[in-house]
């Protein structure tokens, strides 16, 4: 279907009117992502009746900002205190954390700020463009497909675990045993509950989240006194306005990564189910993996920032294309605003295109706008905000354990949640300690349940017949892209330290 150039700038002009509830949003999504333990679908399931209240436009401009902004004020913890306020940006700590101890903290903030807010305005305008298109994608993928796409994502594991392998894997385990607590989906018997009620629907995401990231990072802040290592302390006071074009000459430099990496959290989005998380790790792998110095990730290398934030708000564009051409939830936020739409007497589906393109289009005109004040406002905070790392621990350790233990009471308001939390934290210190990757213990949180429900559902389809999942051409092509994401690495590995073994032995004979 052809939109025409003019009614694309009416919406334009339409959106741009509406910034009395854009900026309000995008203020309470950046506080809302900075928060562990917040995030938007409980925002905006307490304010539904908001939403519900007011027309319909200005209802979806309000979900449409703080959803996008959410993602960027997850970034904002997670490269200042390695403490991610959203699970799409646990990838982000790998690299950008290590920048912040390096007294680089304003760059790293203003790499995650311009990826957020250019890897968005790219989805989003690929989106509009590709809208009918997109949706029809969601349906190619089946149980089948997924089961490949989960084995692709638990395949991250290895990837992270490069350095250590054995003390990677051993976290991925971990990881997935943890994912394997409640219920059993087939027959009904509960699995490692050790009697607690609370545990029957699994491990909660967000406790283990901020136990495995908040709270033991926390505890590893007391044994120095300020995050940033004290000979780059004077660096990090020196803060400019010229790091700050610094920042963003680096996401320059990165372009094409930017919209690339956009584009995986594209297609994730539109999948039921994978998320922000997956698309961010997936990312952050292939980013490393195409690089020709994959050995700087993990040490504060800018593309280690880039890579995660694009690819968790190119999610933003992908999670609404099922939602208007399939009438499906891609996921919670996606369904609430599904709820938001049919309230207003909108019927989603094929036929919206023809009946209602403008309402359609009118969203993703709001998420461009969104995007375009994300780059004028929320950049040139970066320089202050990174002045949060010169407090002393001591000062902050007790209001960050403080305010993330609340917030793992806030998504279930279970007290149990709250010891949970503070128990992740003690097993995510001393695995921090003993150099095990708390990052793999989380893929094997949030990837465990989501494999075991995937394959299951495909084992009663086949009938128990292991064939089926390599059925199909498209699950058989992620199979292959997983078992290359798998070994690619280690033959790269293998082969310059052959080039490097030859070239030590030619200086020796020379």
């Not at 593309?303 to 999610?315: L, T």
Request: charged share 10%.
């Amino acid at each position: 279907m052809d939109v025409p150039f003019g009614l694309l700038a009416e919406l334009f002009g339409r959106s741009l009117a509406l910034w009395w509830v854009i900026l309000p949003g995008m203020i309470l999504g950046t506080i809302v992502g900075i928060l562990p333990g917040f995030s938007a679908q409980n925002t905006l399931i307490i304010l539904l009746p908001l939403t519900l209240y007011i027309n319909i436009e200005a209802g979806m401009a309000f979900m449409i900002s703080l959803y996008c902004t959410t993602q960027l004020g997850g970034g904002i913890p997670a490269i200042l205190f390695n403490m991610p306020g959203e699970g799409g940006a646990a990838a982000t700590v790998l690299d950008g954390y290590p920048m912040t101890k390096k007294g680089q903290a304003q760059q790293a903030l203003v790499c995650c700020f311009a990826a957020s807010a250019f890897g968005g305005l790219v989805t989003t305008i690929i989106t509009m463009a590709m809208l009918p298109a997109l949706g029809k994608l969601g349906l190619y993928f089946r149980s089948v497909e997924m089961v490949a796409v989960m084995v692709f994502g638990l395949t991250l594991i290895a990837a992270i675990a490069a350095q250590d392998l054995l003390k990677g894997l051993i976290a991925g385990f971990f990881g997935l045993m943890i994912g394997a607590v409640g219920v059993d989906p087939v027959f009904g018997t509960p699995r490692a509950t050790f009697g607690f009620l609370e545990l029957y629907d699994g491990v909660p995401l967000i406790p283990a989240l901020i136990g495995l990231f908040a709270i033991s990072e926390a505890f590893v802040m007391l044994e120095s006194e300020t995050i940033v290592r004290k000979e780059d302390l004077k660096t990090a006071k020196q803060a400019r306005w010229a790091d700050t074009l610094e920042g963003l000459y680096i996401n320059a430099r990165y372009w094409w990564q930017t919209i690339w990496t956009s584009l995986i959290g594209l297609i994730i989005g539109i999948l039921p189910g994978a998320g922000a998380t997956v698309a961010a790790f997936l990312a952050y792998h292939y980013s490393k993996m195409l690089s020709k110095t994959p050995e700087l990730y993990g040490t504060g290398h800018p593309p280690g920032v880039i890579a995660p934030e694009s690819a968790n708000n190119g999610v933003t564009s992908g999670t609404l294309v099922p939602v208007f051409a399939l009438g499906i939830p891609g996921g919670t936020t996606g369904a609430i605003m599904m709820l938001v739409l049919t309230y207003h007497g909108v019927v989603l589906g094929p036929r919206l295109f023809i009946e209602r393109p403008d309402l359609v289009y009118s969203v993703y005109m709001q998420m461009l706008v969104c995007y375009i004040f994300m780059v004028l406002l929320i950049l040139p905070m970066a320089r202050y905000m990174s002045r949060v790392v010169w407090i002393p621990t001591k000062f902050l350790v007790p209001l960050i354990i403080s305010l993330v233990t609340i917030a793992a009471f806030s998504e279930r308001e279970y007290i149990f949640d709250m010891g949970l939390a503070l128990f992740f934290g003690v097993v995510g210190y001393l695995a921090r300690k003993g150099k095990y990757e708390v990052s793999a213990m989380l893929i094997g949180v949030i990837m465990g349940p989501l494999f075991e429900t995937y394959f299951l559902r495909s084992m009663r389809i086949g009938q128990g017949d292991l064939s089926i999942l390599f059925s199909s051409w498209l699950g058989n092509a992620i199979w292959i892209m997983a078992f290359a994401a798998l070994f690619l690495p280690f033959l790269r590995k293998r082969k310059k330290s052959g080039v490097l073994a030859q070239t030590v032995q030619a200086g020796h004979e020379s």
